[in-house]
Nanobody
Framework: VQLQASGGGLAQPGSSLRLSCATP????????VAWFRQAPGREREFIAA????????TYANSLKGRFSVSRDNTKKTAFLQMNNLEPEDTAVYYC????????????????????WGQGTLVTVSS
């Protein structure tokens, strides 16, 4: 299963972007999708995760309030809405998925995810 992330690009500070992630496959509809990012010279960072059945998202504390995750199971697509972007948000953004419904304490761990997108670059600069 290959995930396809899109929607990245150049954004000005204070603006918004919405990233999309196509999640083909019936198994992923009942599992967990997540977003991570990796800035140059830094480790991959968890952003948010969303389990299908509960619909309750989990966020990294530092990003909660500006970023929100959602999914449309009928379209097999997950979204990451990013508001009030800052230059520090510049990174390659990855979507990830697993057919399992991860518990909250595991949903931020990259190794829990079986499928990854290729990444989409977001550059925040004036």
């Amino acid at each position: 299963v290959q995930l396809q992330a899109s929607g990245g690009g150049l954004a000005q500070p204070g603006s918004s972007l919405r990233l999309s992630c196509a999640t083909p496959g019936r198994a992923l509809s009942s599992g967990t999708v997540a977003w991570f990012r990796q800035a140059p010279g830094r480790e991959r960072e968890f952003i948010a995760a969303l389990r299908s059945t509960s619909g309750t998202p989990t966020y990294a504390n530092s990003l909660k309030g500006r970023f929100s995750v959602s999914r449309d199971n009928t379209k097999k697509t997950a979204f990451l809405q990013m508001n009030n972007l800052e230059p520090e948000d510049t990174a390659v953004y990855y979507c990830a998925a697993t057919g399992r419904r991860l518990i909250v304490s595991s949903s931020g761990t990259a190794t829990e995810y079986d499928y990854w997108g290729q990444g989409t670059l977001v550059t925040v600069s004036s």
